[in-house]
């Protein structure tokens, strides 16, 4: 069995995929972590390998970029492959002064203007919460391995967030529910989270920051793909629990 996107048989995708955007981070995240990995998908060059980890088969793959490419990966994985979670592992940009380059974020609430939701399922859904059970999970691998974490809300948005101009930046927070005070933005969330509501399955999302509209620095291109370790290292951990 393959979809136009995947040429995975069905047997060849986990019941958990750890989900970054990048490829090439999927690819780092098979040859340091993973045993026995084989590259089950290559289509369009989004990697996704299987491989054991600590004993337990785990996939990862990569989503692309922005919901639409998200929300074409996640849908396929959750409706032809029997996926039953995934865990996205991304970056994002901080929203709020208290936090530093590569703190480690976990979404507990996505809003997003998207028209995802309506143009996919003729529902004028704009606002999800992420699964509980996986966070809990989450959370308690954090905590047994001394890693820390900060829960609280994330924007998905459509636009890469450091190429909004100021002004426009303080037009858009003015659209953004008065009660949801974000930390964080990312660019896919969303769409996994809905096909996840949507098909009944589990579906999260951890990230690292990695630029700030309070700091002048942010991450390199390099330190994108290969300095989120710790978060991965946690994801990874939390799927042996799933």
């Not at 709020?96 to 703190?103: C, K, M, S, T």
């Not at 691998?141 to 974490?149: C, F, G, L, W």
Request: with cysteine; glycine share 4%; proline share 3%.
């Amino acid at each position: 069995m393959s979809t136009p996107h995947n040429e995975a048989n069905l047997g060849d995708i986990a019941k958990t995929v750890i989900m970054p955007g990048d490829p090439l981070r999927a690819k780092h995240i098979a040859e340091i972590f993973l045993d026995n990995y084989k590259l089950v998908n290559q289509i369009r060059n989004i990697y996704a390998y299987t491989g054991k980890y600590k004993g337990k088969e785990i996939t990862i793959m990569a989503s692309g970029m922005g919901m639409p490419s998200m929300g074409i990966y996640s849908f396929e994985l959750f409706k032809f492959y029997d996926v039953e979670n995934i865990i996205r592992i991304g970056t994002c940009g901080a929203y709020v002064p208290e936090l530093n380059l590569f703190d480690i974020i976990l979404s507990k609430s996505i809003f997003s203007e998207s028209n995802f939701a309506l143009t996919f399922h003729n529902e004028n859904c704009h606002l999800l919460d992420t699964n509980i059970t996986l966070n809990d999970l989450i959370k308690e691998t954090a905590n047994q391995n001394h890693i820390h974490i900060i829960e609280g809300n994330t924007i998905c948005s459509d636009c890469f967030d450091p190429y909004m101009l100021q002004k426009d930046f303080d037009i858009f927070m003015g659209r953004i529910p008065k009660d949801f005070h974000p930390l964080s933005a990312e660019m896919e969330a969303f769409a996994l989270c809905y096909n996840a509501k949507m098909l009944n399955k589990k579906a999260t999302c951890l990230m690292t920051v990695v630029d700030s509209r309070f700091e002048t620095r942010s991450a390199t291109a390099e330190e994108r793909e290969f300095g989120l370790n710790k978060m991965i290292k946690l994801a990874l951990e939390a799927s042996l629990k799933c």
